[in-house]
């Protein structure tokens, strides 16, 4: 039997089962209405009886918060709001006597317009910070036009009336991005890695990293790329010199400790991602690519399961060889998974996140997962833009009013799609403010805090969040559901996502139902005889080797030798 060659390359951070937490959504342990490194603190046992084996923490760095954390003031520094360095030190050890990783978001494409680099850049045109960033001099006329996610105008160039010229940023014009061609921010950069892996990280998240490379000659861009996700991530992604700056980085800093790095992105092809990954260009260890969480992304053009297995097995065929992949549906800026991807309606909330949790804890590759999703947390469904928290909303519909779009339409696709769907906070018991704080939280809490909660499923033998512990637990005793190659089966099955994993003389087979009705699927012949490891039914019906499925029923079956 063909083993692939990712299987027999064993290393220790494909066998993570990561969990993402929002810290400002997790928990509040001042009662500010803000999440805290002390609240985490509070809830490690929580996070150990999960099964996870490492965390990834959004950032907690000192910033004033215009993206929420991700405008940094200060790399070496905590945000007042989450606690101060103490806190971090010990909550990094209670994961570590837990024997949990820890995984840092590190934003190195953008600071905080107030991080002292960029004060002392904009100061004087001949300030020795001032190639820390990208300037453009007014009297060479305004720059090419590059987009901005954040934006009002979707325009990344600011003018900065103080040394007349304009500044470079891709994301909030509070958030101008770096100049990786200078050596020493570079330096700098690789100093704060340091830093971090001293106190005891074991692994980098490297936020928007495929944009940190730029053609400083900022030449035109074909009229109307920004209209085009694929477009934008294809002219602003993979720079002239990032594979240079990244083996540079590996060098410098990944290859000196046991850690790993996970790029945020993977530019806009596979060969792409295998430049950044695969084990002998000696860059990251792996690629966290967004294809999977952009299929049907709007409202107008709804994803079909035919989409969502076309991306999944794609991106598993490029890499069964090669380099090593994430697998995700959800995190901080995307909806809740069981809104975007099951179904959440009262009936079928349950049944649905507990079949994508077991899509999740199957698939080859290493599984993130997103905090609330062990509950079948769902959207909020904002209604009023007075609602909304993030940036990207407030500055997405002021764009949208200078354009005079379809305003009612833009607040349907909002409501659905926007990231503080994702963002609001951990639903712990049912009092008020769903035991997140003891004040009013930053961001509303969803209203079926009530019944969907961590202390009414704590004691439910059939709740998602025990049935969330059982898949991991699957995972981490089970090599086949990490190392195991994979294979899609009946793959024009219009209801069903069926794959197998094999590993040595194991095979298993993972059958998922995307269907509210109950379905059937032809077992195929060399699995006739087996074993059920994990169902989120209390049973499987079987006639003439046919199983008939129940609405969203996730069977994960082992070949009896």
Same mark, same amino acid.
């Not at 923490?57 to 007042?80: C, E, H, L, Q, T």
């Not at 909550?91 to 024997?99: L, P, S, V």
């Not at 992105?265 to 967004?290: I, T, W």
């Not at 649905?352 to 905090?371: A, D, E, I, Q, V």
């Given at each position: 039997?063909?083993?692939?060659?990712?299987?027999?390359?064993?290393?220790?951070?494909?066998?993570?089962?990561?969990?993402?937490?929002?810290?400002?959504?997790?928990?509040?342990?001042?009662?500010?209405?803000?999440?805290?490194?002390?609240?985490?603190?509070?809830?490690?046992?929580?996070?150990?009886?999960?099964?996870?084996?490492?965390?990834?923490?959004?950032?907690?760095?000192?910033?004033?918060?215009?993206?929420?954390?991700?405008?940094?003031?200060?790399?070496?520094?905590?945000?007042?709001?989450?606690?101060?360095?103490?806190?971090?030190?010990?909550?990094?050890?209670?994961?570590?006597?837990?024997?949990?990783?820890?995984?840092?978001?590190?934003?190195?494409?953008?600071?905080?317009?107030?991080?002292?680099?960029?004060?002392?850049?904009?100061?004087?045109?001949?300030?020795?910070?001032?190639?820390?960033?990208?300037?453009?001099?007014?009297?060479?006329?305004?720059?090419?036009?590059?987009?901005?996610?954040?934006?009002?105008?979707?325009?990344?160039?600011?003018?900065?009336?103080?040394?007349?010229?304009?500044?470079?940023?891709?994301?909030?014009?509070?958030?101008?991005?770096?100049?990786?061609?200078?050596?020493?921010?570079?330096?700098?950069?690789?100093?704060?890695?340091?830093?971090?892996?001293?106190?005891?990280?074991?692994?980098?998240?490297?936020?928007?990293?495929?944009?940190?490379?730029?053609?400083?000659?900022?030449?035109?861009?074909?009229?109307?790329?920004?209209?085009?996700?694929?477009?934008?991530?294809?002219?602003?992604?993979?720079?002239?010199?990032?594979?240079?700056?990244?083996?540079?980085?590996? =060098?410098? *800093?990944? $290859? !000196?400790? &046991?850690?790993?790095?996970?790029?945020? /992105?993977?530019? @806009?092809? %596979?060969?792409?991602? #295998?430049?950044?990954?695969?084990?002998?260009?000696?860059?990251?260890?792996?690629?966290?690519?967004?294809?999977?969480?952009?299929?049907?992304?709007?409202?107008?053009?709804?994803?079909?399961?035919?989409?969502? =297995?076309? *991306?999944? $097995? !794609?991106? &598993?065929?490029?890499?069964?060889?090669? /380099?090593?992949? @994430?697998? %995700?549906?959800?995190? #901080?800026?995307?909806?809740?998974?069981?809104?975007?991807?099951?179904?959440?309606?009262?009936?079928?909330?349950?049944?649905?996140?507990?079949?994508?949790?077991?899509?999740?804890?199957?698939?080859?590759?290493?599984?993130?997962?997103?905090?609330?999703? &062990?509950?079948?947390?769902?959207?909020?469904?904002?209604?009023?833009?007075?609602?909304?928290?993030?940036?990207?909303?407030?500055?997405?519909?002021?764009?949208?009013?200078?354009?005079?779009?379809?305003?009612?339409?833009?607040?349907?696709?909002?409501?659905?799609?926007?990231?503080?769907?994702?963002?609001?906070?951990?639903?712990?018991?049912?009092? &008020?403010?769903?035991?997140?704080?003891?004040?009013?939280?930053?961001?509303?809490?969803?209203?079926?805090?009530?019944?969907?909660?961590?202390?009414?499923?704590?004691?439910?033998?059939?709740?998602?969040?025990?049935?969330?512990?059982?898949?991991?637990?699957?995972?981490?005793?089970?090599?086949?559901?990490?190392?195991?190659?994979?294979?899609?089966?009946?793959?024009?099955?219009?209801?069903?996502?069926?794959?197998?994993?094999?590993?040595?003389?194991?095979?298993?087979?993972?059958?998922?139902?995307?269907?509210?009705?109950?379905?059937?699927?032809?077992?195929?012949?060399?699995?006739?005889?087996?074993?059920?490891?994990?169902?989120?039914?209390?049973?499987?019906?079987?006639?003439?080797?046919?199983?008939?499925?129940?609405?969203?029923?996730?069977?994960?079956?082992?070949?009896?030798?």
């Amino acid at each position: 039997m063909a083993i692939s060659k990712n299987s027999s390359s064993k290393k220790w951070w494909k066998e993570q089962i990561i969990y993402q937490i929002y810290p400002r959504s997790f928990f509040d342990s001042d009662g500010d209405g803000i999440g805290d490194l002390k609240g985490i603190i509070e809830k490690l046992d929580y996070i150990k009886s999960l099964g996870v084996t490492a965390v990834w923490v959004n950032p907690f760095y000192a910033s004033p918060n215009d993206d929420n954390g991700y405008d940094i003031s200060d790399y070496r520094k905590i945000m007042d709001e989450f606690g101060n360095m103490d806190d971090f030190d010990e909550m990094i050890k209670g994961f570590h006597d837990r024997d949990i990783k820890f995984v840092m978001d590190l934003v190195v494409n953008h600071t905080s317009d107030e991080h002292e680099w960029f004060k002392q850049s904009r100061s004087s045109r001949y300030n020795l910070y001032r190639d820390y960033y990208h300037w453009w001099p007014a009297e060479k006329g305004k720059p090419n036009h590059r987009f901005s996610y954040f934006d009002e105008k979707g325009d990344a160039w600011k003018y900065d009336a103080h040394t007349d010229a304009y500044y470079l940023h891709y994301f909030s014009a509070k958030q101008p991005d770096l100049n990786w061609e200078n050596p020493e921010v570079r330096r700098e950069i690789y100093d704060i890695m340091h830093f971090w892996v001293r106190k005891g990280v074991d692994g980098f998240r490297l936020d928007a990293f495929q944009f940190i490379s730029k053609d400083t000659s900022f030449p035109p861009f074909p009229k109307g790329y920004q209209n085009n996700v694929v477009d934008v991530i294809k002219h602003h992604g993979m720079g002239p010199t990032l594979h240079d700056h990244i083996r540079e980085m590996n =060098k410098e *800093v990944l $290859s !000196k400790y &046991e850690v790993f790095a996970v790029s945020e /992105g993977a530019g @806009s092809s %596979f060969e792409d991602a #295998h430049s950044l990954v695969d084990e002998d260009r000696n860059e990251l260890q792996m690629v966290y690519h967004f294809e999977g969480v952009e299929v049907g992304n709007g409202l107008d053009d709804p994803h079909t399961l035919a989409d969502f =297995k076309q *991306v999944h $097995s !794609k991106w &598993e065929e490029s890499f069964k060889d090669k /380099g090593w992949i @994430s697998i %995700f549906l959800a995190n #901080h800026d995307v909806p809740r998974m069981v809104s975007r991807f099951g179904n959440d309606s009262d009936e079928f909330r349950v049944a649905s996140s507990k079949m994508l949790n077991t899509f999740l804890l199957t698939m080859r590759g290493t599984p993130y997962c997103y905090f609330g999703d &062990e509950l079948g947390m769902k959207n909020i469904y904002f209604q009023h833009i007075n609602e909304y928290q993030d940036i990207a909303a407030k500055n997405g519909y002021k764009k949208a009013l200078s354009e005079g779009r379809d305003m009612k339409k833009f607040m349907q696709n909002l409501s659905f799609y926007s990231r503080d769907n994702s963002r609001t906070p951990m639903q712990w018991d049912n009092s &008020e403010h769903a035991g997140f704080s003891s004040d009013s939280p930053w961001i509303a809490v969803n209203q079926d805090y009530k019944e969907v909660n961590v202390a009414a499923q704590e004691t439910c033998p059939d709740s998602v969040l025990n049935h969330f512990r059982k898949l991991t637990s699957l995972r981490t005793n089970n090599p086949v559901l990490i190392y195991g190659t994979y294979q899609q089966v009946d793959k024009d099955n219009p209801e069903v996502y069926a794959y197998s994993r094999t590993l040595d003389n194991q095979v298993w087979l993972v059958l998922l139902s995307f269907v509210e009705t109950d379905s059937t699927f032809q077992l195929p012949d060399n699995m006739q005889s087996f074993e059920i490891q994990g169902n989120n039914y209390s049973e499987l019906h079987i006639n003439d080797g046919r199983a008939k499925l129940k609405a969203y029923q996730a069977v994960v079956l082992s070949q009896k030798s």
